[in-house]
């Protein structure tokens, strides 16, 4: 099975080339669509040798997807770059709804098609839900996230439409040591002055990087998986959980709570990604037989925290 990747330099993107390229059967070509085609092999470091770089236009889009029998989509602006100014927001946006609506295109150009679409969304997809328990059936909110996500969903959905079976992986708070949402939170522990972001109660629906690229994977290759799932660990936790987690896993105290009013003043309305929150369990994962190697935070944070620079 050859395989095309969109987003395949990304912090999640790394790690399933990686781990399409460790694959012992089954995996063919790795693919990795670029803005600079030539340089995704410097860019993936030793997980790029043997991975073909595919231009991000239709004429090689098309061409590459009729080459590969499976397609990852990845792509996406950070959504923790800079502040959400109107110009920013249509960034976010665009990069996830006007991409994965031209790799759809390009999809109905292929001839053969490829068989599966795996497609990435997120949790924000639900939007602030305070404590409510969200499954796959549970609705899409009101927010900007909320929308966006919704409408990324709905472009991937297009390609049902042409006989491919598409995935929809909502993807939670990915955690890995090289990258992601403890790149962040990791220094101020590490200097004592960590802690909860007030109120503390808003729930951080997390996952380990390790898990997200084997259900990307188990997707990638169970014919019986399909529509929406949720990439998150079984066992959700409060943010005020989280960082009293994470101090323990370094050996730190979390006893500094920054306020989120203060956030928002700093960071604007971006700040919404962690004074909010969702309650997101992954039952369709589980249900299709899916396991997952870190169920608890506590092991996944140390196994992470060890490995991080």
């Known amino acids: 099975m050859d395989v095309l990747v969109t987003g395949a330099t990304g912090f999640i993107g790394r790690k399933v080339v990686a781990e399409l390229r460790r694959a012992a059967a089954g995996i063919g070509v790795v693919r990795a669509v670029s803005r600079d085609p030539g340089g995704v092999p410097a860019a993936l470091g030793a997980a790029g040798a043997g991975v073909e770089g595919v231009a991000w236009d239709p004429a090689s889009l098309r061409a590459a997807c009729s080459r590969s029998q499976a397609v990852v989509n990845l792509a996406g602006e950070n959504l923790m770059a ?8 249509e960034r976010i946006r665009a990069s996830r709804v006007d991409g994965t609506r031209a790799l759809v295109e390009a999809l109905g150009g292929a001839s053969p098609r490829p068989k599966v679409l795996v497609s990435a969304s997120a949790v924000g997809y639900y939007g602030p839900r305070g404590d409510e328990a969200l499954d796959e059936e549970a609705p899409a909110g009101g927010d900007f996230l909320s929308g966006v996500c919704a409408a990324w969903e709905a472009e991937a959905r297009k390609a049902e439409a042409l006989g491919v079976r598409v995935v929809r992986l909502r993807i939670g708070i990915v955690l890995g040591p090289d990258g992601g949402a403890l790149k962040q939170m990791i220094p101020p522990f590490k200097f004592f002055v960590g802690g909860p972001v007030l109120p503390g109660t808003q729930w951080m629906s ?3 990087h390790a898990d997200v690229v084997a259900l990307l994977r188990f997707a990638l290759e169970s014919v019986s998986v399909s529509g929406a799932v949720n990439a ?6 409060t943010n005020r959980e989280f960082s009293a987690a994470l101090g323990a896993a370094l050996g730190r105290p979390s006893w500094l709570p920054a306020p989120g009013f203060a956030l928002r003043l700093a960071l604007g309305q971006v700040a919404e990604v962690v004074t909010t929150g969702q309650r997101v369990l992954p039952k369709r994962a589980e249900a299709a037989g899916f396991r997952f190697r870190f169920r608890t935070l506590e092991e996944a944070l140390r196994d992470v925290v060890g490995a991080s620079p």
């Open 82 to 89: 800079r502040r959400w100014w109107p110009s920013q927001k």
């Open 206 to 208: 997390w996952v380990h």
């Open 232 to 237: 998150t660990a079984p066992e959700p936790k």
